[in-house]
């Protein structure tokens, strides 16, 4: 059994940045692809960004490129989610997810049925 816990929401004026986390717990952390996605009320979930477990390849939504970073810190079994020049169309529940056990990105690395942990969320909201 794996828990996600993610922090580092809150209300940010257009422009902004947060650094977003998720904390990993209850099995090892090593060898698990992780990914960033997020959810707008009345809009299905869709996939922000993805990191393998080593050597840290990353993998980005189009709309996210160039803004966000995904990294982790497999010492500290969690990943995080740089998020830069935060835009209206940026507010949503972030989610972070693992594929728990590892076996590969079989239907893409965007795809929610990859992952099998989810955490709760944490909203980010941005202000014009």
């Known amino acids: 059994q794996v828990q996600l816990v993610e922090s580092g929401g809150g209300l940010v004026q257009a422009g902004g940045s947060l650094r977003l986390s998720c904390a990993a717990s209850?099995?090892?952390?090593?060898?698990?692809?992780m990914a960033w996605f997020r959810q707008t009320s009345g809009k299905e979930r869709e996939f922000v960004a993805a990191?393998?477990?080593?050597?840290?390849?990353?993998y980005y939504a189009d709309s996210v490129k160039g803004r966000f970073t995904i990294s982790r810190d497999n010492a500290k079994n969690t990943v995080y989610l740089q998020v830069n020049s935060l835009g209206p169309e940026d507010t949503a529940v972030y989610y972070c997810?693992?594929?728990?056990?590892?076996?590969?990105w079989g239907r893409g690395f965007s795809k929610e049925g990859e992952y099998d942990y989810w955490g709760q969320g944490t909203q980010v909201t941005i202000s014009s």
């Open positions: 997810a693992a594929q728990v056990p590892y076996r590969g």
């Open positions: 209850g099995r090892t952390f090593s060898g698990f692809p």
């Open positions: 990191i393998t477990w080593s050597p840290g390849n990353t």
